[in-house]
């Protein structure tokens, strides 16, 4: 056995680990206030409303819908919902495709019977010199 350390393997290589808060750095006991102030005296607040209906739609998509997809459009359809705001999703097929670990001709497919289903519609076909793709993204089929 040698003297040198063993090198923790939970850790990745030449990561750090930080040194543990000392008492005064910890937070007080208590309810915290979780909005920030720049962002409560910029008028900004966290929309609870918006947060529920998010959760409605999901839910109704998980109850409904989900059962019907392949993985790769469940992929996709997630990731759109993830990146909607107000219902339209502005990303790439290629960066849906790194985040859900697909390949990119796998995402154009999965868009494709998404849309044929009625859970996407594609509002403007981004690509070279045509900007980003943007997407209706919808819980459920609408005629």
């Known amino acids: 056995m040698s ?6 393997r939970r850790h990745a290589r030449g990561a750090k680990v930080l040194p543990p808060l000392e008492c005064s750095q910890r937070p007080a006991d208590g309810p915290t206030d ?3 102030t ?9 929309h609870p409303k918006r947060t529920t209906e998010r959760w409605g739609i999901l839910n ?7 059962v019907d997809l392949s993985p790769r459009e469940l992929k996709v359809w997630l990731v759109l ?21 697909l390949r990119r001709p796998t995402v154009s497919a999965a868009i494709a019977a998404l849309e044929a ?5 594609t509002i403007h076909a981004g690509g070279l010199n045509r900007g980003i793709s943007r997407y209706e993204v919808r819980a ?3 005629p």
Do not use: E
Request: hydrophobic share 35%; proline share 4%; no cysteine.
């Open 3 to 8: 003297d040198t350390p063993q090198t923790d």
């Open 34 to 36: 979780t909005v920030p």
């Open 38 to 46: 720049a962002r409560r005296q910029k008028g900004h607040n966290t």
């Open 60 to 66: 109704q998509f998980v109850d409904v819908v989900m």
């Open 81 to 101: 919902f993830r990146d909607s705001k107000n219902g339209i999703a502005q990303t790439s097929q290629g960066y849906i495709a790194k985040r859900a670990g």
């Open 117 to 121: 289903r009625g859970l996407i519609r």
């Open 140 to 142: 459920a089929a609408i």
